[in-house]
Nanobody, 123 residues
Framework: QVQLVESGGGLVQAGGSLRLSCAVS????????MGWFRQAPGKERDIVAA????????YYADSVKGRFTISRDNAKNTVYLQMNSLKPEDTAVYYC????????????????WGQGTQVTVSS
C-alpha cells in the first residue's frame, strides 16, 4: 500500500513563494517517478511538474517554467515543489502522484495520488 500526503499549501500574495512537500510511504519510493498536478474549480487536473525516479530528468508545464522547481529526496521518501513568483492563476488544489511508468508526463499513467493541498494566491 502506497500513501502520499501533501503539505505546505496556504494563502500567499502574488509574487510570493510556497514550498509543497509530499511524503510517500513504502520502501520503493526510489522506483517511482513523481508528479505534481493541480486542479482549479471547474477545470481538469493538469500536470505541473514531474521528476524521474533518479531525479535526473524533470518536466514542467509551460505555465510554470522558470518559476517552479520539482525535486526529490529518496532518503526521505519526499518530493518537493518550490513555487516562486506565484500568480493568482496558480490558485488550485495541488496533488502529488506516483507512477512506475516512464511516460510520466501523462496524468493517466499515475497509479497513486495524495489527497491534495490548497494553494490560494491573492492579487
Amino acid at each position: 500500500q502506497v500513501q502520499l500526503v501533501e503539505s505546505g499549501g496556504g494563502l500567499v500574495q502574488a509574487g510570493g513563494s510556497l514550498r509543497l512537500s509530499c511524503a510517500v510511504s513504502g520502501r520503493t519510493f526510489s522506483s517511482y517517478a513523481m508528479g505534481w498536478f493541480r486542479q482549479a474549480p471547474g477545470k481538469e487536473r493538469d500536470i505541473v511538474a514531474a521528476i524521474s525516479w533518479s531525479g535526473g530528468t524533470t518536466y514542467y508545464a509551460d505555465s510554470v517554467k522558470g518559476r517552479f522547481t520539482i525535486s526529490r529526496d529518496n532518503a526521505k521518501n519526499t518530493v518537493y515543489l518550490q513555487m516562486n513568483s506565484l500568480k493568482p492563476e496558480d490558485t488550485a488544489v495541488y496533488y502529488c502522484a506516483a507512477t512506475y511508468s516512464v511516460s510520466y508526463y501523462y496524468r493517466e499513467e499515475y497509479d497513486y495520488w495524495g489527497q491534495g493541498t490548497q494553494v490560494t494566491v491573492s492579487s
